[in-house]
């Protein structure tokens, strides 16, 4: 699995738009990259999964670059309830795919 | 919306005693999963279960952990002595199958271990 490098932690305002980078250098061909969220106390929660170019759900948007060497989770309009850790992984899908390895994740305080 | 289930969501034990831990994961799911998360750490894995028996496990998941799918509907994880250092949050997931390998969690387990 291709380590993932993400900043510990960063701060925000309510309102404001909020994009969390990913460092990954070393991504195959046939990785993906995907975020979870966790609010404390709580288990891990998918928000959005891509290859290339960008994606957008109701969510986040995920963009990444042509050499997909990193990625930018990009959360729109945060509010107070968007305070969490995220979580960049980067692996294959299909059935071969299996345990997730967390790393630290980066930890959002929104605040008022 | 479908979602994984836990039981208890806070357990306390006494050091040296068992504990089952219960999860029902979404109804159609092929893959079954614990992770642990102690407190202020990272979510660790433990164990992964298909076709009902383990694929993968963790160094963590030693002897002393086991898991069993007895109904086709729960699946639990056993300790049979509990220690201090067991006491974490202990997480269920489930994932379809097909090329889609997004986990749904469960709310988890509180574990406290005196």
């Known amino acids: 699995l291709a380590k993932t490098t993400q900043p510990i932690s960063m701060d925000s305002y309510e309102g404001q738009e909020v994009n969390i980078t990913c460092s990954h250098n070393n991504i195959a061909t046939n990785d993906y990259i995907t975020w979870y969220q966790q609010f404390p106390s709580q288990g891990p929660r998918f928000i959005i999964q891509?290859?290339?170019t960008k994606v957008t759900n109701e969510v986040a948007s995920l963009f990444i670059p042509a050499d997909r060497k990193s990625s930018t989770l990009s959360l729109p309009r945060v509010s107070l309830s968007d305070t969490a850790v995220y979580y960049c992984l980067v692996g294959p899908r299909g059935s071969s795919a299996s345990k997730i390895i967390f790393g630290s994740g980066t930890r959002l305080s929104i605040r008022p | 919306e479908p979602e994984v289930t836990q039981t208890p969501s806070h357990q306390v034990t006494q050091m040296g005693q068992e504990v089952i831990l219960r999860c029902v994961p979404i109804?159609?799911?092929?893959?079954f999963y614990w992770y642990r998360q102690i407190l202020g750490q990272k979510v660790e894995f433990l164990v992964s279960f298909y076709n009902n028996e383990i694929s993968e496990k963790s160094e963590i998941f030693d002897d002393q952990f086991s898991v069993e799918r007895p109904d086709g509907s729960n699946f639990t994880l056993k300790i049979r002595s509990t220690k201090l250092e067991d006491s974490a949050m202990y997480f269920c997931a489930s994932r379809g199958g097909g090329e889609y390998n997004e986990q749904f969690f469960g709310p988890g387990t509180r574990l406290t271990v005196l």
């Open positions: 109804s159609n799911h092929l893959y």
């Open positions: 891509g290859y290339k």
